[in-house]
């Protein structure tokens, strides 16, 4: 209602990328399950579901596409790309704050880990519910951890 921070997540994401740091190159495609949606008051569920607000039943899918990753070094800083939500692709930068690679300490194999953020506005989707009243508020922080092994081969 606009009074406090609200946090959500979504429980079934896949997808694939590619680095390489050498050639400062990457892509990712990512696709998230509308319906998996999840907030921490389970009776608001229903309702971030419904047509009002990510309309599950007609718009089953999230994606994120990008190939155009910005580098300072051999780290990745940025990633730009396109996120489809409700029917509406729009650009998104996704700001990298914190980039590693190294050996997994468990299994032994290389993996990278990357936390990314991006201030989104929900009504630039057409997700425009309670945006005059700011109930809930228009801006969404997206908060995107990752961790990803080498692919073997």
């Known amino acids: ?8 997540s979504f429980q079934t994401v896949s997808g694939k990328g590619t680095l ?7 892509s990712v495609d990512v696709t998230i399950e509308a319906a998996s949606v999840r907030v921490f008051d389970p009776r608001l569920d229903a309702v971030v579901k419904g047509e009002r607000f ?30 489809t939500m409700i029917g509406v692709t729009k650009p998104v930068t996704l700001k990298v704050v914190d980039f590693k690679c190294g050996e ?25 519910q309670g945006v005059s009243t700011m109930t809930p508020g228009d801006e969404v922080v997206l908060r995107i951890p990752v961790e990803a092994y080498r692919e073997a081969g």
């Open 104 to 128: 997994q300490p468990f299994s032994k194999k290389p993996m990278c880990g990357v936390n990314a953020t991006a201030t989104i506005r929900r009504s630039d989707w057409g997700m425009t």
């Open 54 to 83: 990510f309309n599950v039943e007609k718009f089953p899918t999230i994606a994120f596409k990008s190939n155009d990753f910005k580098f300072d070094g051999d780290r990745v800083t940025e990633i730009h790309g396109e996120l």
């Open 1 to 8: 209602m606009g009074y406090t921070t609200q946090f959500g």
């Open 20 to 26: 390489d740091r050498a050639a400062k190159k990457g």
